[in-house]
């Protein structure tokens, strides 16, 4: 909700002068407005010079020193016409017991004036990890974010456009720890070949990856002959917002506990910590015992590299590498993507990619996409560059479970 219009903040602060002792403030020309969807909780105020300074709240790990702030998502209202200056602080983030600042000279900055259409802004990195972020008012209020949002209620209205497809089931597999529905999309027929399973949105501010899933999940669906002959070959299982009370409350990593989603895969989730993996591994634990396990894994993450991290699980894995070769060729052939894959020799044994070749013998890797740049396209990414992606996607697992005859 929003407070333009209502009354003026001179009004207000005229009543506050009446009954303040001797030290009054000057009324700021502008409201930080974070109390809507997906905010993010941040206190602020107003230097000398007018301009806004933001210090954003850290989300935090529990049974860790880990603390992380790559999210910010305000609404600044002010009168059209004025020039603002906002400065945000408090990027001196915790990363596996180090300092690790998340901004960077390229550090995006998306700004929506309808909240419908964003665009990319310049940020200009100041000294002490601060980020400055200046503009004209062409309205009244304007959105700005770190990345161009994806909300729960972008979900609910994705579903609700897709749920009477016959070629689509939703289906409840559980609950977040706030009682938020955990779902499962599935696409397709069953009874194809192939099995493929993706999860999104484990890390609150990561909305490229409910981007692109929903761009693959519309061009699954367009039933043309190309779509067709995809779904004949492949059905896909989507988990697409694994964090939803995360995203709710405009955190950036963590579940509503403290947890991280793609941490601590090598064992069994707790139902209370984590439900939201709990439920996730309690569907796999299903899928196995009916034979439908998945024949292959992504989970879906927005980071500054890009990469497909590939899994470096102990044992055999000559024929998974192999694929994740093959992964790595088409998606350079069908999408934008150039970025490659991690190097190897890198071992992560928490994240989904290891847990669920551990324990479920399942193929899996963590498939992150670049929020700052996408080389691919020369630009910083909106949206509609994710949603592209998606809808590059199905040819892509189209070639990757192709069959060579004979083998
Ligand atoms: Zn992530």
Known sequence: MAFSGRFSLADHAGKAARTAPADTVAAPKVFINTGFENASPMNWDTDAEGRVIGSLIYDHERFAQNRANNHWHFQVEAQTGTDVTIILQNFDNIWNNTHASPISKQ???????????????PAEFLPDNRLQIKLKMSGPSV??????????????????????NKLVKVSRIGQTSEGRSLEIITIGNEKATKKLFLRGRAHAFE?????????????????DAEARKWLKRYCVYILPMANKDGVARGKTRFNANGYDLNRKWDKPADSLVAPENFYLEKWLRMMVS????????????????GNLHVSRPDGDIKKYLMNMAKLDSLLRKHTWFTEGSTRP????????????????????????????????LKKAPVAKDWLLLGSQLPNVFYEYFEEKPGR
Do not use: C
């Open 143 to 164: 959105y700005i974010a770190s990345i161009e949002p994806y909300r729960i209620s972008d979900l609910d209205r994705f579903l609700a456009r897709i749920k009477n």
């Open 345 to 376: 020799g890198f071992r992560n044994p928490g994240t989904l990619g290891e847990g669920f070749m551990e324990r479920f013998g399942i193929e899996a890797a963590v498939y992150e996409l670049n929020y700052e740049w996408v080389e691919g």
């Open 107 to 121: 550090s995006p900055v998306v700004v929506s004036f309808d909240n419908k259409t964003w665009e990319t802004r």
């Open 207 to 223: 909305a490229g990856g409910n981007w692109t899933l929903e761009g693959f999940v519309d061009r699954l669906l367009q039933n």
């Open 290 to 305: 009916t034979n439908r396990k998945p024949d292959l894994a992504l989970d879906v993450h927005n980071d500054n590299g």
